[in-house]
């Protein structure tokens, strides 16, 4: 993490768990088993108010995959009082925890969120019940609801309507990772003050590297490398 220029400086270590881990079984070509053994659920909310002291997040990002309750309601609180935005990733998982609880959780996140990550299918579990998923969620206060869409591309909704863009023609050798590549193509394109149309440019995009080659993390590309997808087939960069 720290050749990659992660900041670990609030890392700690709990001597008594074992280390999170993440197992993937290929068992066809199109069929891909997952196992997971999180540790993210361990943290609590001192640690989380630790880090905000050490100095404030440009942006908070949650996910619905490693869900500390306590230690995420502290720092969503904390975000509001210090004015950070929230992007929230709802990915959900369901060997980690049922549809009703991931709702209830969720749901109870969403007025603090101000960048909503969602596949279609997750949308319902993070609206209260009803016929728009989308409308309730902007009217509740979050500005941005992206849906991914897979080979379909991807929407975003806010208060100025709809943009949709396509995915990104590529040769699909691994899906998995496709997801967790979009969100981390959309929170560096927000981070770099980019607007909704050129944030899901890079978000399709990084998914597109994703699945173009074997591995969960393995493509994601620098930013550098972002305009490679435009080059020739057969094309040799020297």
């Known amino acids: 993490m720290r050749a990659e220029g992660v900041d670990t400086s609030c890392v700690t270590r709990d001597t008594g ?12 070509p199109e ?15 001192a640690r989380v108010e630790r880090a905000f002291t050490a100095g404030p997040p440009r942006v908070l990002h949650l996910t619905g995959i490693t869900p500390a309750r306590e230690a995420c309601q502290r720092t969503l609180r ?10 929230l990733d709802a990915n959900y998982r369901s060997r980690l925890w049922s549809s009703q609880e991931a709702a209830a959780e969720l749901r109870d996140w969403v007025p603090y969120v101000d960048v909503l990550i969602a596949s279609d299918d997750e949308l319902p579990l993070c609206a209260p019940p009803g016929p ?15 849906v991914k869409l897979g080979a379909d591309g991807a929407v ?3 208060a100025d309507g709809e943009l949709r863009v396509p995915a990104r023609p590529v040769s699909a050798v691994d899906a998995v990772g496709a997801g967790d590549a979009f969100v981390a193509g959309h929170l560096s394109a927000l981070l770099d003050g980019e607007d909704i149309a050129a944030r899901l440019d890079r978000a399709v995009t990084t998914g597109a590297f994703a699945v173009a080659q074997p591995g969960d993390w393995e493509g994601a590309p620098t ?16």
């Open 156 to 158: 975003a909704h806010s």
């Open 31 to 45: 069929v891909t088993r997952v196992q997971y053994y999180p540790a993210g659920s361990r943290l609590d909310a």
């Open 132 to 146: 728009d998923a989308v409308k309730a969620l902007l009217d509740l206060g979050v500005r941005e609801v992206v």
């Open 78 to 87: 904390l975000a509001r009082e210090h004015g950070v935005p929230v992007t």
């Open 223 to 238: 930013r550098a490398e972002l305009g490679l997808l435009g080059a020739g087939q057969g094309t040799v960069v020297r």
């Open 17 to 28: 768990a074992p280390t999170g881990l993440i197992l993937f079984e290929p068992r066809l």
